[in-house]
Each structure stands twice: as C-alpha cells, then as structure tokens.
C-alpha cells in the first residue's frame, strides 16, 4: 500500500484505476448478479447472498493488492489515499491524481455492469434493482437511520486504515498485507451490508450511484464524507496509538558463557 518509486505516474493512476475497476466489477457485480435467488428453466438458481458479497469484495481487494499493488500501493479507494497522506505514508501532491484515477475505474465498471445487466431476458431497471448503491433510511437493506449509517462507516472505515497502516508497516511480516486487508474488507461487510450496503469507499459508491437514479445520487454524499472522516481520524492517530511506522528493533544474541 506504497507507492514504488520507479513507476512513472501515469503508470501508477493507470494501475489505480484498473484496481478501482476490479473491485468495483467484482463487488457490485456479485450483488448485481448473484446475491439473491433468480429463476432458471422453472428451477431456482440459489445466490450467494450478503455471505458471498462480502468475499467479494474480500477477494478483488486481496487479488488487486497483489496484482496492482506493486505498481501504484493498491490504494482502490480515495479514503485510502487520503487516510494515508493523513499519516505521511503518502503524498499529498498525488491524493487528486489518484482519487481521479479511482473514480474513473469505479465508474467504467459501473457502466460495464450496466451493459451486462441490461441483456437479460426481460430487460433490467438500475433504479429499481438498487444496482448495488448504499443507502440509508428506507434505501438502507434493513431500513437503518442516517444517523446509524455515518457512525458505522465512519468506524469501519477508521479500522480499515488501521488494519491497512498496521499491515503496511515497516515492522509487519512481508508478504501478508493484501491478505490482511482482504479478510478486513470482508468482515467489514459482513457487519455493515445490513446497514448500509457496506461503502467505506467513495469510489465504489459513486460508480454505481450514477446510474441508479437520483435517490441514489442524493443520498451519495453520505459516502463520500463519512469514509473520508473515518480514514482522516485514523491515518492522524495512528503513529500516536500504535507507534510510528519504524522497522522492529535488532534483538541481541545471548553472549557467550565465558
């Protein structure tokens, strides 16, 4: 979740978009397609429901960390980005660049999605499919209150940049940040698609938001703000919580018996 130097930057917006893109496609794509129970040749075909939604989201996250990450730090969300300039692991110089970028992917899988939707037999509304926005009050999955929504994408927003500063740290073993912040942003949905269809990524949210009417469009501030907020706090709190990002201290061997 650090940018490599060596990329030139059109290379890491491109590798930023292109993550945007994946967990965008991959998350809402589930929920568009497979969440729920469609009939098939007077049969049922059994969806993986908010369970399989959530792995979904788990999944493009991990396998864009490790396929993309590299190249531009495997940001795939702004709140990310900026949470990570609040904590000096990334430049503020680069947070538009790259909450363009992430926007723009987020919106084209949006678009793809729609494509796709719309050749089924019978056609398909985005409005009235939801078409995987988040939303609160009669919009929220089990009806939850605007006030529910902000406290809860605020808090797992801030423990998402929690988990993703602890995972990134110098100190932290090699090799198992993605896996890390893969399983988070699973159980991250877990807890929170009830409430909110699960944002804490206003790229995400905006990608599907514009083709789903205006209700959808008027409630997406929430979702940009609120993750926002939850990344800031943590990205500003971190070093003075859990120490700052410094590599282990050495441990001495024992000396000798003399």
Partial sequence: MSQVPQYTMSQRLGAEALGTFWLV???CGTAIFAAT??????QMAVGVGWL????????????????FGPVSGGHFNPAVTVGLAMAKR?????????????????????????VIAEGISGGFDPVESGFATNGYGDR???????????VAEVVLT????????????????????????GMALTLIHLIS????NTSVNPARSLGVAWFAGSDALMQVWVFILAPIVG???????HDFLLGPDTEPEPVEPPAAPS
């Fill in 231 to 237: 990344a800031a706090i943590a990205g500003y709190f």
């Fill in 25 to 27: 496609f991959g998350g």
């Fill in 52 to 67: 399989g939604v959530a792995f979904a989201f788990g999944l493009t996250v991990l396998t864009g960390a490790y396929a």
């Fill in 158 to 181: 801030a423990v998402f940049l929690f988990v993703i500063l602890g995972a990134t740290a110098r100190r932290a073993a090699v090799g198992f940040a993605g896996l890390s912040i």
């Fill in 90 to 114: 990334f430049s503020w110089r680069d947070l538009p660049g790259y909450v363009v970028a992430q926007v723009v992917g987020a919106t084209i899988a949006g678009a793809v999605l729609l």
């Fill in 193 to 196: 698609i009830p409430i909110s």
């Fill in 37 to 42: 129970a469609i009939p098939v040749d007077a």
């Fill in 140 to 150: 929220s999955p089990m009806g939850y209150n605007l006030g529910s929504v902000i």
